[in-house]
Nanobody, 121 residues
């Protein structure tokens, strides 16, 4: 199983970006999917996650500015980032809890490689 994150780039403050995270490989089902942010010199922190039933959890710092969604048919998750601020700069990584065996239906956690976002002031 692989997670491929994409959509990062350089944007001015107040701008928008849309990140994608596509899962591929031997997938039976995907439970939670989530986005994490690691600012330069800081620890990685949860931005938001979403369940297979579209229940979400959010970091307070992005509420009202970011939106998370997923397309279960495409095994893909999205993060729409609006009104970006310089503090949003960093690497955004995705992870997912994925069931890979139809017999042993225990989910495993997989990480994508991250996509870099730079917000200029």
């Amino acid at each position: 199983v692989q997670l491929q994150a994409s959509g990062g780039g350089l944007v001015e403050a107040g701008g928008s970006l849309r990140l994608s995270c596509a899962a591929s490989g031997s997938i039976v089902s995907i439970n939670f999917m989530g986005w994490y942010h690691q600012a330069p010199g800081k620890q990685r922190e949860l931005v938001a996650n979403i369940s297979s039933g579209a229940n979400t959890n959010w970091a307070d710092s992005v509420k009202g500015r970011f939106a998370i969604s997923r397309d279960n048919a495409k095994n893909t998750m999205y993060l729409q980032m609006n009104n970006l601020k310089p503090v949003d700069t960093g690497v955004y990584s995705c992870n997912a809890l994925i069931v890979t065996s139809p017999i042993i239906r225990l989910p495993r956690r997989f990480w994508g490689q991250g996509t870099e976002v730079t917000v200029s002031s």
